[in-house]
């Protein structure tokens, strides 16, 4: 059995609103304070196009974390799986996003995994290009593919925002340049991957990514290849160990699907083979996830059997 009303996720919008009021809106990259803790959309695209949506779906928020996976997707396309492998590892981590402390202590010295800010970055100096604005252009040009919409682009006030006062994450970059983990020069790199995690969209655009890693690459409509297989599937299964930050283990547990959130308060599932999810509910809980987006991808996962284990 599936979701197949939106009738149906109204009811779980509504009854996850109760839980926002327990969260809090991200405020360290100062343009994000701006946004309405209680916002809270839905919506799941099925592989046959329909689509089901509930909450202020025509709302955009940017990806921040989420655009990690898209990130990487393309840096596997540009690089290969080994480049990138030798450079990053694929193992969770108990900290938080930002931590600097495993960059110090880890043998050899490499970030985690991709999907922490010190292996996001590291992703995105991976991206090919003739310069910075080519890179950006290129990834993109690959979302919106992935999305299926022209027309997403990058909120200039967020990623001017989190330039600014991306202090922390410019320690992380110094820290791997001395290790000769990147090479670029590192403010044109801030400048990149602020401006990747600005891209924004509707939680309708990030359903529709979230089928097409689902489908492992394919997009069902055109019934084209977007994703070679194998990138899919490793991009599914670092959102199923890393995805939700240090709480991947929770939520493999009380879920059991590959998802990825981000600080704005997106949170992107994909249920293999089933269908794709796009969540926004910007207050976050204490490890920086959706409170409400999670108590939906709950109800959701218990209705549905949705859990892959
Ligand atoms: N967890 C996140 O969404 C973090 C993304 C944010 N742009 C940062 O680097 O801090």
């Known amino acids: ?70 990130a990487l997707a393309l840096a596997l396309l540009d690089c290969g799986e080994e480049e990138v492998f030798c450079k990053i590892g694929y193992e969770p981590t108990g900290d938080p996003f930002n931590s600097i402390v495993k960059l110090e202590i880890s043998k050899p010295a490499k970030p985690l995994n991709p999907m922490i800010n010190a292996g996001a970055l590291v992703v995105t100096h991976m991206i090919k290009g003739v310069s910075a604005d080519d890179r950006f252009n290129r990834l993109l040009q690959f979302v919106r593919k992935l999305a299926g919409n022209p027309l997403i682009t990058f909120c200039e006030e967020v990623a001017v925002s989190e330039f600014e006062t991306a202090h922390l994450n410019r320690s992380l970059c110094y820290f791997m340049k001395q290790h ?6 590192v403010e044109e790199l801030i400048d990149l991957y602020t401006k990747q995690c600005a891209i924004e969209m509707n939680c309708l655009d990030l359903a529709r990514i979230g089928l097409v890693l689902a489908l492992d690459g394919v ?91």
Do not use: W
Request: glycine share 10%.
């Open 180 to 185: 000769g983990i990147i090479n670029e020069d």
């Open 219 to 309: 997009e069902p409509l055109t019934n084209k290849r977007l994703i070679p297989t194998q990138i899919a599937r490793i991009c599914k299964t670092l959102m199923v160990t890393c995805g939700m930050y240090n709480a991947s283990g929770e939520f493999a547990v009380r879920v059991g699907i590959p998802a990825k959130s981000g600080v704005s308060g997106g949170i992107m599932g994909a249920v293999p083979n089933r269908f794709g999810i796009g969540i926004f509910g910007a207050a976050l809980d204490e490890k920086g996830n959706s409170i409400a987006g999670l108590k939906i991808l709950e109800m959701l996962s218990k209705r549905y059997d949705l859990s892959m284990f």
């Open 1 to 70: 059995m599936t979701c197949r009303s939106s009738e149906e996720l109204n009811q779980l919008v509504l009854e996850a609103k109760g839980y926002t009021k327990f969260g809090k809106v991200a405020d360290y990259i100062p343009a994000l304070k701006k946004a309405d803790p209680d916002d809270l959309s839905v919506a799941i695209y099925h592989p046959d196009g329909t689509c089901l949506s509930a909450g202020d779906v025509k709302l955009k928020i940017t990806l921040q974390s989420i655009s990690k996976v898209l």
